[in-house]
């Protein structure tokens, strides 16, 4: 069984903090998602991460897949109080069609 | 922006009773998917649906569940005779591709409450 860890499970920081959360799996996988959800709704697709050292940045966000596609970080500049939410990362793997889910950071950015 | 739409947003229904949970994919998306994810745990993996047939499922998607593409746009997760265990949000995702290359996109659930 795949299993995805996050960590830290939980994290608040003011606003204007830098922060890091981070994806880690004993396997590899083939491809890796980032999404973001809101209390009582679906996972919001953030980016998709496929090569192995790739890094992707949406504005403030910067995401990195491990050379050996076992691992991705999640990077924040200057936090804000929008960018409160439960993060997870999903992982799929050759041959299957199934996302394995991460365990999830729930950020809080303090006003 | 195209989205995964899902109805109802709530659904509360006695043990034993079936219940038929709908969703309407993005319209170009070939594989279909159903998640769920109970109150405080991990989205879980039910099923994926190509073809017109289950191509992958888990071990939670028992007998007690089937999946159907009655028409052209609703993808359905029919649960025959609920337990209280089967209480959680279920997600419908749908993708063009599979796999490493087939980003799945999710809607907003539809929150199960069995009593």
């Known amino acids: 069984t795949q299993l995805l860890e996050q960590s830290p499970q939980f994290l608040s920081i003011q606003e204007g903090e830098n922060l890091t959360v981070y994806c880690n799996s004993s396997?590899?996988?083939?491809?890796l998602q980032w999404y973001r959800q809101e209390p009582g709704e679906g996972p919001v697709l953030l980016v998709t991460?496929?090569?192995?050292?790739e890094v992707k940045k949406l504005k403030r966000l910067t995401f990195q897949f491990g050379d050996a596609r076992k691992d991705s970080s999640l990077h924040i500049t200057a936090a804000q109080p929008g960018d409160t939410g439960l993060y997870l990362c999903?992982?799929?793997?050759?041959?299957?069609?199934?996302?394995?889910f991460g365990t999830g950071t729930r950020l809080t950015i303090i006003p | 922006e195209p989205e995964v739409t899902q109805t109802p947003s709530h659904q509360v229904t006695q043990m034993g009773q079936e219940v038929i949970l709908r969703c309407v994919p993005i319209?170009?998306?070939?594989?279909f998917y159903w998640y769920r994810q109970i109150l405080g745990q991990k989205v879980e993996f039910l099923v994926s649906?190509?073809?017109?047939?289950?191509?992958?499922k888990s071990e939670i998607f028992d007998d007690q569940f089937s999946v159907e593409r009655p028409d052209g746009s609703n993808f359905t997760l029919k649960i025959r005779s609920t337990k209280l265990e089967d209480s959680a949000m279920y997600f419908c995702?749908?993708?063009?591709?599979?796999?490493?290359?087939?980003?799945?996109?999710f809607g907003p659930g539809t929150r199960l409450l069995v009593l």
């Open positions: 649906f190509y073809n017109n047939e289950i191509s992958e």
């Open positions: 396997s590899v996988f083939s491809s």
């Open positions: 995702a749908s993708s063009v591709w599979a796999g490493e290359t087939g980003t799945q996109y």
């Open positions: 991460v496929v090569t192995g050292g």
């Open positions: 999903a992982g799929s793997n050759f041959g299957n069609e199934k996302l394995t």
């Open positions: 319209s170009n998306h070939l594989y």
